[in-house]
């Protein structure tokens, strides 16, 4: 695709090859419907194979950086089995055509990130978050596995033990708190998010782009070793599509209660 065939997604060139991308929803929050998610699974192909960009930036329009999955998708994909399988295929493409980009790509978490949105904002080489933004892998509370990238990227960056602890509960953090154990690579005053992003990709764009891209490509080396583990846990949420408890959980999402999972019913004593 040429950048400018891209419906969702915003593109910007800047001095020196950076090329700056952002999620242009922010009616939505910039949450991913299958327009958007298809645009981000494709887009570091484009960005990888572009001559004139050395270094992509990527961040949300408005408030948020993206408020993860379009819970109308999710509806459209509970129980429709051709649309998991194709979802299946889409989400490795994101994770890996980001791993496998030839350039740096420097994310600006200037909100919340959620879903295809943390993704996006932790699959990337370098991480720049605001301190008061909200991320966090909800999967769990929707009723299916924590799949998309959680469990080939989140061990590495924060351990085992913090890990299990977040995807487990499913509960959210601040970008101070995920600068502290490691869950991103800085963590700045909102208003400084994208600035400092365009500074660090600035410094790689002019740096020696054989000794920067060959180092990205050997870190890497590090996902695709969790290549297994991250294909098994794609399909165990794409699973959960086909069960009753996603239904329960998008039910609740829409109404803003508790969900009450037919796989937790209540227990008498």
């Given amino acids: 695709m040429k950048y400018e065939e891209y419906e969702q997604l915003r593109f910007e060139r800047r001095p020196n090859g950076v090329l700056l991308i952002t999620m242009d929803r922010p009616e939505k929050y910039n949450a991913a419907d299958e327009g958007m998610h298809t645009e981000l699974a494709r887009v ?16 949300g329009a408005g ?6 999955g ?16 194709h979802m299946l295929g889409e989400m490795r493409d994101l994770v890996y055509n980001i791993a496998d980009c030839e350039k740096p790509v420097v994310s600006a978490i200037n909100g919340v990130a959620v879903g295809a949105g943390t993704v996006v904002g932790l699959m990337a080489d370098i991480s720049i978050c605001a301190r008061e933004a909200k991320i966090g892998d909800g999967h769990v509370k929707l009723g299916v596995a924590a799949g998309d990238h959680a469990a080939i990227i989140w061990p590495l960056l924060v351990g085992m033990a913090k890990a299990r602890y977040y995807l487990m509960t499913g509960e959210m953090i601040d970008g101070a708190e995920a600068e502290r154990i490691g869950l991103v690579s800085k963590a700045v005053p ?6 400092e992003a365009l500074r660090v990709a600035d410094a790689l764009a002019t740096g020696s782009q054989t000794a920067i891209r060959w180092t990205k490509r050997s870190l890497n080396g590090w996902l695709r070793m969790a290549g297994p583990i991250f294909e098994q846990s794609a399909a165990y949420e794409m699973l959960g599509f ?17 969900p009450r999972f037919p796989s937790a019913p209540p227990m008498t004593t």
Avoid: I, N, Q, Y
């Avoid at 570091?44 to 960009?53: C, G, H, Q, Y």
């Avoid at 408030?63 to 993860?68: D, N, R």
């Fill in 44 to 59: 570091w192909t484009d960005v990888s194979a572009d001559p004139e960009t050395r270094v992509a930036v990527v961040t």
């Fill in 63 to 68: 408030k948020a950086f993206s408020a993860g």
């Fill in 70 to 85: 379009d819970l109308g998708m999710v509806e459209r994909m509970t129980g429709d089995h051709d649309r998991v399988a």
């Fill in 190 to 195: 909102r208003e400084e998010v994208l600035p």
């Fill in 242 to 258: 086909l069960g009753p408890d996603v239904v329960e959980g998008a039910a609740a999402l829409r109404e803003k209660r508790a």
